[in-house]
């Protein structure tokens, strides 16, 4: 009875690629969120979605693109992966601005 | 510019040994303070939310207060199980910014 799921748990792809990450929550949350967290442990935000509105968007690259189908769903695309991007993406949801819960991650490797 | 600042970095203890853990901030407008307990290979999993001054709230042996520029993690007589790297995240406006975390080790 997972509340914030991800799929892939683990991605491995060459450089140049593709790729999307799928996020989903079952906690009725109106918003949702993509982050980054680094070799260091660092956890940086990238998005949040508010009722299919983006209501942050981080300086991050445009080759990475969220995509909300419905309130439950948070997707994120990345084109052209780059060795830099090898990290552990993490999405979250929360009611409004209260306390977030997170998914369990996936570990991006960019060969 | 918006600043978390999570110290110290690493923190040994033995058990039944109490300590503090600090997260210290420079934001305006600060809507919540938020800790975090994050074990290897997992996502965060929520502890606190602090909204003011003041505020001190409770969860068996953690105690989490705040003031108007620093937030504190109280650990009172911790077991090994305690280990893992505690975050501190605040929250402005639509902003959430997070420390770069406090990786807490008990030794039994």
């Known amino acids: 009875d997972t509340a914030v799921s991800q799929t892939p748990k683990y991605l491995v792809t060459q450089m140049g690629n593709d790729k999307s990450i799928k996020c989903e929550q079952n906690?009725?949350?109106?918003?949702m969120y993509w982050y980054k967290q680094d070799s260091k442990k660092f956890l940086k935000i990238m998005f949040s979605y508010n009722n299919k509105e983006l209501i942050i968007n981080e300086t991050v690259p445009n080759r990475f693109s969220p995509k909300s189908p419905d309130k439950a769903h948070l997707n994120l695309h990345i084109n052209s992966l780059e060795l830099g991007d090898s990290a552990v993406y993490f999405c979250a949801s929360s009611q409004g601005i209260n306390e977030q819960f997170f998914g369990p991650g996936t570990r991006l490797t960019v060969l | 510019e918006d600043q978390v600042t999570q110290s110290p970095e690493a923190l040994r203890l033995q058990e039944g040994e109490s300590s503090s853990l600090n997260c210290s901030y420079t934001v305006s407008g600060l809507r919540g303070l938020f800790w975090y307990r994050q074990d290897p290979g997992k996502g965060p999993e929520f502890l606190f939310t602090?909204?003011?001054a003041g505020e001190e709230k409770e969860k068996e042996r953690l105690k989490a207060t705040l003031t108007k520029k620093e937030s504190f993690l109280h650990i009172t007589a911790p077991k090994p199980e305690d280990s893992a790297t505690y975050l501190c995240a605040v929250h402005n406006n639509n902003d959430m910014r997070f420390g770069a975390g406090t990786r807490l080790t008990v030794k039994p």
């Open positions: 906690l009725g949350h109106d918003t």
């Open positions: 602090l909204y003011s």
